[in-house]
């Protein structure tokens, strides 16, 4: 499986925007980026996804290097309630099987939101 | 929609004995994993099934472990018999189809074995 790296915690203060990198130098054609986060005492939760290009949702945006060996989760306006661990996890959801369709979490990163 | 429910949210056994946690998926969700979170380990896979049926039980540790998904709307997981190194939390999470995108997690199952 594609591995990623993550940094191990960081710090926001609240209202400010969030960067939140991620390093997969090794991911393949088919593996799509996905960010989960665990709010604490609760179950991981999914944040975004995408392939190759930018995407926006409600919660955050994602951008992903040209070469995609890198993306970048940002949160706009970080809030007390984003303090989390995010996780960048890749998955290829186009071929069958039961192993494609793992979510294999690392570590991730603990960020910690000030007030 | 009331998200994937599981109960119990605490169980605190004994060493020895019999543990199942039971898991409620999203009506209309196909696929069901199951899902172990320690400090040492971190989230780690258990089981996974699709439409009911066991797909990859590679990360099961093992035989003292089991999962059923006997219909759509209730899975379990038992350990039989339980050790103090399965202390644990466990989630169960669901996704509409096999290629969605999207998990959904539940509250999880806090497991304490003394």
């Known amino acids: 499986d594609a591995k990623t790296t993550q940094p191990n915690s960081m710090e926001s203060n609240e209202e400010e925007p969030v960067h939140l990198p991620c390093n997969h130098s090794?991911?393949?054609?088919?593996?799509?980026i996905h960010w989960y986060r665990q709010l604490p005492s609760q179950g991981p939760e999914y944040v975004i996804h995408?392939?190759?290009s930018n995407v926006n949702n409600r919660m955050a945006s994602l951008a992903i290097a040209e070469d995609r060996k890198s993306s970048t989760l940002i949160l706009h306006r970080a809030t007390l309630r984003d303090a989390a661990v995010y996780y960048c996890?890749?998955?290829?959801?186009?071929?069958?099987?039961?192993?494609?369709?793992?979510?294999?979490f690392g570590k991730g990163t603990l960020l910690t939101v000030n007030p | 929609d009331a998200g994937v429910i599981q109960s119990p949210r605490h169980e605190v056994t004994e060493m020895g004995q019999e543990v199942t946690l039971r898991c409620k998926p999203i009506?209309?969700?196909?696929?069901l994993f199951w899902y172990r979170q320690t400090m040492m380990r971190g989230l780690e896979l258990l089981i996974y099934?699709?439409?009911?049926?066991?797909?990859?039980d590679s990360g099961m540790p093992e035989d003292r472990f089991s999962a059923k998904m006997p219909n759509a709307s209730f899975s379990t997981l038992k350990i039989q018999p339980s050790e103090p190194r399965d202390s644990a939390v466990y989630f169960c999470?669901?996704?509409?189809?096999?290629?969605?995108?999207?998990?959904?997690f539940g509250p999880g199952t806090r497991l304490t074995v003394l």
């Open positions: 996890i890749l998955r290829d959801v186009r071929r069958g099987g039961g192993s494609n369709y793992k979510l294999t």
């Open positions: 090794t991911i393949s054609g088919t593996d799509y």
């Open positions: 995408g392939l190759t």
């Open positions: 009506s209309g969700h196909n696929s």
């Open positions: 099934f699709n439409n009911n049926v066991p797909i990859d």
């Open positions: 999470a669901t996704q509409r189809g096999a290629r969605d995108n999207e998990q959904f």
